[in-house]
T-cell receptor, first 115, second 115 residues
Framework: NAGVTQTPKFRVLKTGQSMTLLCAQD?????MYWYRQDPGMGLRLIHY???????AKGEVPDGYNVSRLKKQNFLLGLESAAPSQTSVYFC??????????????FGAGSRLTVL | AQTVTQSQPEMSVQEAETVTLSCTYD???????LFWYKQPPSRQMILVIR??????QNATENRFSVNFQKAAKSFSLKISDSQLGDAAMYFC????????????FGAGTRLTVKP
């Protein structure tokens, strides 16, 4: 039972390069999320998706794009990486979003460094 | 927007002792959910305990319990009989119906357990 899997786990980029983080979940969850974690700031929501083919902006969406072409996958893209995007990125999924009966299941995180 | 404040960046406890981590939040909603997540050095986010705001009874999970004070907007986590494996970052989180699927996290408290 893999849960939520993120790839890659580590990546170093140069300013201006592009990359994509992949999140895959095998729990048939409807909702998926991308967060970033920075020291002293907890986790902040970048983008989220409430179902296949739909995405929405979170608290800090600038500089990122996402796609949810398949229910089990949620991709986070950086078109032109900046040093301010150096962070640890977490993907999470949940069933039925706001329902109190569910909780977020997180991936193990992806550490991205932009030089 | 709702905010979550953890006023203790670091805490330490002696093994087998009890420690309480503080969390306050700001909201105008009456229906919401509160969570404590644990993040060990492995970076994996693990749900520790969850509290529904409409429930007056404080949630408990084995050695973990909360003191939920709705009027004071306070949600503290008590860890009893602390173990070395409890050493981690602990994040308080808020999820309400007006946040459009945005779970708000505090900045975290780093707990050290001394043998």
């Amino acid at each position: 039972n893999a849960g939520v899997t993120q790839t890659p786990k580590f990546r170093v980029l140069k300013t201006g390069q592009s990359m994509t983080l992949l999140c895959a979940q095998d729990m048939n969850h409807e909702y998926m999320y991308w967060y970033r974690q920075d020291p002293g700031m907890g986790l902040r929501l970048i983008h989220y998706s409430v179902g296949e083919g739909t995405t929405a902006k979170g608290e800090v969406p600038d500089g990122y794009n996402v796609s949810r072409l398949k229910k089990q996958n949620f991709l986070l893209g950086l078109e032109s990486a900046a040093p301010s995007q150096t962070s640890v990125y977490f993907c999470a999924s949940s069933y039925l979003g706001h329902s109190g009966a569910n909780v977020l299941t997180f991936g193990a995180g992806s550490r991205l460094t932009v030089l | 927007a709702q905010t979550v404040t953890q006023s203790q960046p670091e805490m330490s406890v002696q093994e087998a002792e009890t420690v309480t981590l503080s969390c306050t939040y700001d909201t105008s909603e009456s229906d919401y959910y509160l969570f404590w997540y644990k993040q060990p050095p492995s970076r994996q986010m693990i749900l520790v305990i969850r509290q529904e705001a409409y429930k007056q009874q404080n949630a408990t999970e084995n050695r973990f319990s909360v003191n939920f004070q709705k009027a004071a907007k306070s949600f503290s986590l008590k860890i009893s009989d602390s173990q070395l494996g409890d050493a981690a970052m602990y994040f308080c989180a808020y999820w309400g119906n007006e946040d459009n699927n945005d779970m708000r996290f505090g900045a975290g408290t780093r707990l050290t357990v001394k043998p």
